[in-house]
Every structure is written in structure tokens, then in C-alpha cells.
């Protein structure tokens, strides 16, 4: 038996072995092999939504440019994700998101504005321990 603490080091350890294991089952497909080896592990460690939610969406929304850029550092964990849409107050009802994205022309990036408690987001898992980067859900000013 291992402390929680122990034990998500050690699951940690074996998902940062992912990217090599993965590339070298099939170096066409290593995010595909990365979620087998994942089931595998069937720990808790870190980087499930890394894996399940972050880079899908990077690959079914972002452009090309995005993914040439992105990608790449997704899948040899340079950068760890998470996927940030549930707010305290509504769940994953994406309607109800009080969480707003302005885009800054002059600075060339979007504010992030969660303007009540009820907009906090919540369940971002990863987030605050392993996580690096996230793609946050909210409505566009």
C-alpha cells in the first residue's frame, strides 16, 4: 500500500516513460499507443486529461499552424495540459459558462475573466501539480 502521495509519483514516473514507449511501438501513431499503454498503467497520475481532452482538442480545433506547433510538445510531455470547462456553479453546461475570453489586439492574447465564485473552474484535473498549459472553455467577447 502507497501514501497518495507515493503513489502519484510513482504513476507519474511511469506515464513520463509514455513518449518513448510510445514512438517506439509506432512512431506514426504515438498519442493512440500513448492511451493503450495509459489503460495499462490504470493508476491515477496526472496526465488523464492531458491525454483524453487537451490534445483531442488541439488536434480537432486547432489549425495547422497550431497543431505544427503544439503538438510535438504535447507528445513528448515538454508541455502537460488540462482541459478546463466545468465552473462550480453550472457544472459543464457550456450555455451557462460565466468565464469570459477578450482578445487583446495590441498584446495579441486573450484575458481570462471569471467574474463570480460560481465561474470558478472546477475539476481541471492536474491542474496546480502536474499541468503546464490548458485549454479553458469560455464565452468569447
Known sequence: FMERADLYRTTLEKYLALPRVAVAIDPNDPITVGKI?????????GLDLHLGMFIPTIQGQGDDEQK????????????????????????????GLETTATYDAEKEQFVIHSPTLTATK?????????STHAVVMARLI
Open 68 to 95: 505544427k506547433h503544439w503538438l510535438p510538445m504535447c507528445i513528448k510531455l515538454q508541455i502537460i495540459g488540462t482541459y478546463a470547462q466545468t465552473e462550480l456553479g453550472h457544472g459543464t453546461y457550456i450555455r
Open 122 to 130: 472546477w475539476w481541471p484535473g492536474g491542474m496546480g501539480k502536474t
Open 37 to 45: 499503454i495509459r489503460e495499462l498503467i490504470d493508476e491515477p497520475g
